[in-house]
């Protein structure tokens, strides 16, 4: 199994980014991505899921109506748009996936990880 994020970078404040993770090697419509995000000296923390089905599960209140998540499974890749970005959601962020149908697992039961792209948010 891999996951391959892509689309970090830096922005201002109340700017947006979109992040990729395209999955190989997992059987298809048949797992959940979960994206997650470790701030500097902060321990690593779920943000939200996406299931095979489509339906979301928000981990973390703090993005509730700034982040979405979306799944192309012709391409095997779910995204994650951030509008509003504020300075404190500077962080490491990474995807996750573990095999699921129909469901989210909790944060601490992801089997796979990608490498994390730095995003950045500062004036």
């Not at 989210?104 to 948010?121: E, F, I, K, L, R």
Request: glycine fraction near 12%; hydrophobic fraction near 25%.
């Amino acid at each position: 199994v891999q996951l391959v994020e892509s689309g970090g970078g830096s922005v201002q404040p109340g700017g947006s980014l979109r992040l990729s993770c395209s999955a190989s090697g997992l059987t298809p419509n048949y797992y959940a991505i979960g994206w997650f995000r470790q701030a500097p000296g902060k321990e690593r923390e779920g943000i939200l899921c996406i299931s095979s089905s489509h339906g979301s599960t928000y981990y973390a209140d703090s993005v509730k109506g700034r982040f979405t998540i979306s799944r192309d499974n012709a391409k095997n890749t779910v995204y994650l748009q951030m509008n509003s970005l504020k300075p404190e959601d500077t962080a490491v962020y990474y995807c996750a996936t573990k095999p699921a149908y129909g469901h989210c697992p909790t944060p601490d039961n992801y089997a796979y990880w990608g490498q994390g792209p730095q995003v950045t948010v500062s004036s």
